[in-house]
């Protein structure tokens, strides 16, 4: 801080950096697009240094520019987490650069539907990856970062899908059910450190995902919606606001399906 000769100016400016560095920092995957962009946003209107995830720059550096005019803090950082050396690597340098990690929120996922008898294992072992082992690659590394902290909070994107299962996404419903399990044991490895971890399940959200099922698809799923309704990526984004903040430290290990009532 520069030098400064007026008593209460000092305290204000001092006051504005410490906030600076008390921000909470939160990575968000597939913050491109979607919800992910949806929660990123909303995180950094919440005051978070938000870092933002996904494999397109252009698509990050779109949602820099609203994050910026909004007045919140966020960088970009391209990454393939299919690619995990790389997502380890980035973990640990968010980690370095902030010394610290308080929120990941492990939102990047991909569908490749198609009926059992016609998936390939390319299908299948690429949305095993980008959907399941990512988030293990990213909780493993963001838990040390945590730990020193005394605090973290993990919020993994499953899906209906995971809960219901769901016809021609066997391998996707079988990676969102595995985030499940995956989840709980993090919170019972985890608790006594601070660290929550949960499962938000959402069902039909309007986003990229959904545009492709085409309006007959989205026809026939409405009759089994009890509000009738798809539900927005700002409708995701505020259970994990809510999820991430400091308030909600006695929730973990739980998986919350926000999905206008389509599991229950
Ligand atoms: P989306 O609109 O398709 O966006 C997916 C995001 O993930 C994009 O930002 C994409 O960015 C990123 N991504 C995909 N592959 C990636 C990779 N290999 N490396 C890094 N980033 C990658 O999806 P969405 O609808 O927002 O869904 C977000 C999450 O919610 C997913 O986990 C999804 O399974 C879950 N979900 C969605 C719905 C729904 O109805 N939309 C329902 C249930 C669950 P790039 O292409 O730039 O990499």
Redesign the pocket.
Known sequence: MAFCRIPALCRISRHSEDSAIDKRVAIV?????????AIAERLARDGRHVVL????AE?LAAVKTAIDAAGGSCEVRP????DGAALNALVEAVAETHGRLDILVN?????RDTLLLRMTDEQWDEVIT??LRSVFVACRAAIRPMMRGRFGRIIN?????GITGNAGQANYAAS?AALIGFTKTIAKEMGAKGITANVI?????E????EVLGEAVKAAVLPNIPVRRLGK?EEIASAVAYLSSDEAGYLTAQTIAVDGGLAS
């Open positions: 995957t597939g913050a491109s697009r979607g919800i992910g962009r995830v996904a494999r397109s698509g990454c393939d987490i299919g939102n990047a996922g991909i569908t980008v959907n994107l499953g899906s209906v899908s969102k399940a959402p069902g039909f959200i986003t990229d995902m959904t990526p």
